[in-house]
């Protein structure tokens, strides 16, 4: 498609509960990046992937996140165990190539809201 | 971390006025790029400069860079209230590049 789609808009878990979130990056886009924006304010970097591979996972609280970009599906963001902390917005950006030449396109987030 | 720093948090100006926000990094860069966001809506790309150039225009848009000084800025000329969002600069960051990292923004109101 010709826009980053994230599933879904809103999420409500319990604490301790697990959350999935996806991304289908535009069709032809080799790079996936997922965000974390918390009160309208910065975005935090979680994870990069080029295709299927991780690119760059410094951002990633790695105890609960993990993320996945497999071929013909959805890039998908689970967090085991969320926390009150985990409530934000989560955006799924695509590029077609990497940020050194191509701008970054945004999907309209998931509210995660963790209770 | 956070690489850009933007100036100021935020400005509300009339409509028909010009908007100047900067933008300021500690690192050298590669590219810089500047994203608006709309109220609940995800980033979308403005302007792309690279470190080799010093000035870029897109429509009503103007942004300077500025290596020596590490800083950039965002010149929005005849604002309109359609322009009324925040405005995001962001940089590489990684070994290759791997990560645009965002700075705060400054979130812009245009009056009618």
């Known amino acids: 498609g010709e826009e980053v789609a994230q599933t879904p808009k809103h999420l409500v878990r319990g604490e301790g509960q697990k959350a999935k979130l996806y991304c289908a990056p535009i069709?032809?886009?080799?790079?996936v990046f997922w965000y974390q924006q918390v009160l309208k304010n910065e975005f935090k970097f979680l994870i990069s992937?080029?295709?299927?591979?991780?690119?760059?996972e410094t951002g990633m609280p790695k105890e609960r996140f993990s993320a996945k970009c497999l071929p013909n599906s959805p890039c998908s963001l689970e967090i085991q165990a969320t926390k009150l902390e985990d409530s934000a917005v989560y955006f799924c950006?695509?590029?077609?190539?990497?940020?050194?030449?191509?701008?970054?396109?945004f999907g309209n987030g998931t509210r995660l809201t963790v209770t | 971390s956070q690489q850009g720093e933007e100036d100021p948090q935020a400005l509300s100006i009339q409509e028909g006025e010009n908007a100047t926000m900067n933008c300021s990094y500690k690192?050298?860069?590669?590219?810089l790029q500047w994203y608006r966001q709309n109220s609940g809506r995800g980033l979308v790309h403005l302007i792309l400069?690279?470190?080799?150039?010093r000035e870029k225009h897109s429509g009503r848009l103007r942004v300077t860079l500025d290596t020596s000084k590490k800083s950039s800025s965002l010149l929005i000329t005849a604002s309109r209230a359609a322009d009324t969002a925040s405005y995001f600069c962001?940089?590489?960051?990684?070994?290759?590049?791997?990560?645009?990292?965002f700075g705060a923004g400054t979130i812009l109101r245009v009056k009618s």
């Open positions: 962001a940089t590489l960051e990684g070994e290759y590049g791997n990560k645009l990292v």
């Open positions: 690192t050298s860069i590669n590219n």
């Open positions: 992937f080029q295709n299927e591979n991780v690119f760059d």
């Open positions: 069709k032809g886009h080799s790079y």
């Open positions: 400069i690279r470190s080799n150039e």
């Open positions: 950006a695509s590029s077609f190539a990497s940020a050194y030449n191509s701008p970054l396109h």
